[in-house]
């Protein structure tokens, strides 16, 4: 029985979670791939740590239409680049920049950038503790 409780830090997931957080990373960098961009570092060891810890396996696969659901956000939980950049104080420009760089995550679709709420939240918090809003 004891073995069944441990103390931990952090999020825990099924394996079936892991699997479809594996395979979903796994798409997101095809789609980067194409754009010419690459998964953010922490991003690649996100995926490599579900590997390594849940025996989920590289050769995992879905379903196209399952990979889709997974990827597919809704729609009110994403800033565009103008709705991201006022609630951080920065331009166009420089919100555009974080993307490129991998410092905030986002998703190009329609020929335009979209940035989870949550990304837009964390990044502002991060620059009010600097000091920089």
Known sequence: ???EIAPASGVLVSEQVAKDLVVALDELAKLADRQGA???PR???IRRN???HSGTHDSVRMDEFDVVDLLMSQPDS???VSTAAQQLGLSNAGVRYLIRTHRIAATFSSGRWF???DE???HRAA???AGKL
């Open 1 to 3: 029985m004891t073995e």
């Open 38 to 40: 690459r998964l953010s």
């Open 127 to 129: 620059r009010r503790a």
């Open 43 to 45: 991003l690649e060891e």
């Open 78 to 80: 994403m800033f565009d």
């Open 115 to 117: 940035i989870p709420t």
């Open 120 to 122: 837009v939240a964390a």
């Open 50 to 52: 579900l590997l390594t």
